[in-house]
């Protein structure tokens, strides 16, 4: 039993949640206090006793991450009866492991309970498939990361990490690359309505190494060599950006877990929240009434910071749902659409939320495990549709590079339809 204990720790880490392409029905609960958010880091990340991660997966209850980890530490130490409860917690979120893992788990667990586990064992369900690709982004673009669409002049500019560029189509539709002097890697980017400019994000996050210097920060993408820009700070590197009602911008920073932002007079980019109480911040998203932001941390949930005091809490569920592995998220009303590329079927879901936006009260998946997908990345918002990259190619570079044998592919730009 033991000895198969890595080859089962891959398979949990390789497989993913899904859930019933259905809507869940709403629920009624009275408003309560905030959930506090435990402060995560990278020594968070490297808990691996029973009794840390059971209490760690009491702070983050909607993580399917955390319940992976706890699974595994159950196994070691053969607390068999354990792992059955930890198996019904992912049964009843819809979870799927991964056709390895389905046939070992039940051998790993012991003959008494092997059938216990095996009936709380999902088989994939269907995919849920409904959007069309809508532009497709020439393969020289390379690792293409977020999308910016003019809904009524049907153009589109993405953001390209390997060849640190936009790129975006022209009037009578084809392709023009836009180089930016000095840029990093380019990754969010944002329309500016009070100015017409457009904001992009420019970093290191492929951590890729060479001799040029490079700006970090926040830069135009339409004024020329002589747009505004402002720069980071120190050891900081922004990637997924938002743009507020107020004008505000919020990025975040994923490799050191901090939240920035850019006032609209755009002079100095702060720090809204420094690292240290979130590991991997990604999808930004402010609230309905503009008071509080939403932070998607990649392995825990989904953080809310109150724009007012910064005190951060957790947004918490009154149904069964998993909000961990999420990479891009959007507010639309008084709901949250998050793209879950960290769960396996990866999906896109609907998280319908409580009067004061603390709380899940339904939710609905929108897509999953299409058949087109290689890693759906970051999109755009529009009023009927969400855009977004069908197929990253994140798995295709090192550090910047290409990997031995691979080829970038031309980036498919899916639009998928939005429903009240």
Known sequence: MRASLAALALSLVASGCAVDGGEIASVSVPA??????????????????????????????????????LLNAQLQAGEGAAMLDTLRWLNERGYVFSEVARGQIPKLIGEKLAQDATALLLAPPDPVEKSEVVWTVPAEAGLVESVLVDVEEGRLAVTSIATRSLWGTTPDGSWRQVELAGADNLTGIVYDRATGDIWVSSGNVDQSEDNDEHFSGLMSGLKGPGGPRVEAPDDVVLSDLHRAEDGTLYASDPLNGGVYFLGPEREAIGALLEPGTLRSPQGLATSEDGKRLYVSDYRYGIAIIDLATREVSRLRSDIPVILDGTDALFRRGNSLIAIQNGTSPMRITQFDLSDDGTRVVGHRILEMAHGEWTEPLGGYLGQNALYYVGNGQWDKYVAGVLGEGKEPAPTQIRRLPLTD
């Open 32 to 69: 309560q206090p905030a959930a506090d958010w435990r402060p995560v880091d990278a020594e968070t990340g490297m808990i691996a006793d029973v009794a840390g991660l059971t209490a760690l997966s009491e702070a983050f209850p909607d993580s399917s991450s955390v319940k992976l980890r």
